[in-house]
């Protein structure tokens, strides 16, 4: 496997519409940047949220998730509640190829400020608009800023394609178009 280079991120981005939509140049003036860069992308967060607003007793089980614990909210700025989290979804949408994994890091401006990105792989083959966890680990309010960037992609490619694509294995998180709460397979 080896790291993926700017152009061929932009190859891949307007030959097989790989990032929706793409940006070829890494935009930082005034904003927490996205874009392209040297060897990833820096996907935005859309303006759309769930703030979590369960109380100190709720226990989050991930195969029954309840939307009723969470407050949709649309904005410019989300503000994330000291020591809690909101999912958002990138404003981006990715089409990973057969022999490419990618991976997420969260943006080294949003970690000075106590905010921990999931690290979430987007398997080969799976698309959609990506589902992040944006925890504040701060003890106070934290905002985060719709159409800015949120988190580094990292692609992977392979010598060879997988075996089993998360298209072959009917993902449940396939070509997902919003925030999507986490789901048990049936």
Not at 24 to 53: C, L, N, P, W
Not at 73 to 92: Q, W
Request: hydrophobic share 40%; with cysteine; charged share 25%.
């Amino acid at each position: 496997m080896s790291v993926k280079s700017d152009r061929w991120i932009e190859e891949m981005a307007m030959k097989h519409k790989m990032i929706e939509p793409f940006e070829k140049s890494q935009i930082s003036s005034g904003v927490i940047s996205f874009g392209v860069s040297s060897y990833g992308y820096d996907m935005r967060v859309a303006d759309e949220f769930r703030i979590f607003h369960g109380r100190k007793d709720t226990v989050l089980d991930p195969k029954q998730i309840t939307t009723d614990l969470f407050i949709d909210y649309k904005g410019a700025v989300c503000t994330i509640p000291p020591n809690s989290f909101v999912l958002g979804r990138s404003l981006e949408y990715f089409r990973i190829p057969r022999n490419v994994i990618a991976v997420t890091n969260g943006k080294s401006t949003y970690a000075r400020c106590g905010i921990f990105v999931n690290v979430t792989p987007l398997e080969p083959e799976w698309e959609g608009f990506v589902t992040i966890s944006i925890a504040n680990l701060a003890p106070v309010p934290v905002k985060i800023y719709a159409n800015e960037g949120v988190a580094q992609v990292i692609f992977l490619e392979s010598d060879e394609a997988c075996r089993n694509s998360y298209a072959d294995k009917k993902g449940k998180y396939q070509a997902q178009q919003n925030i999507t709460n986490a789901k048990i397979k049936e």
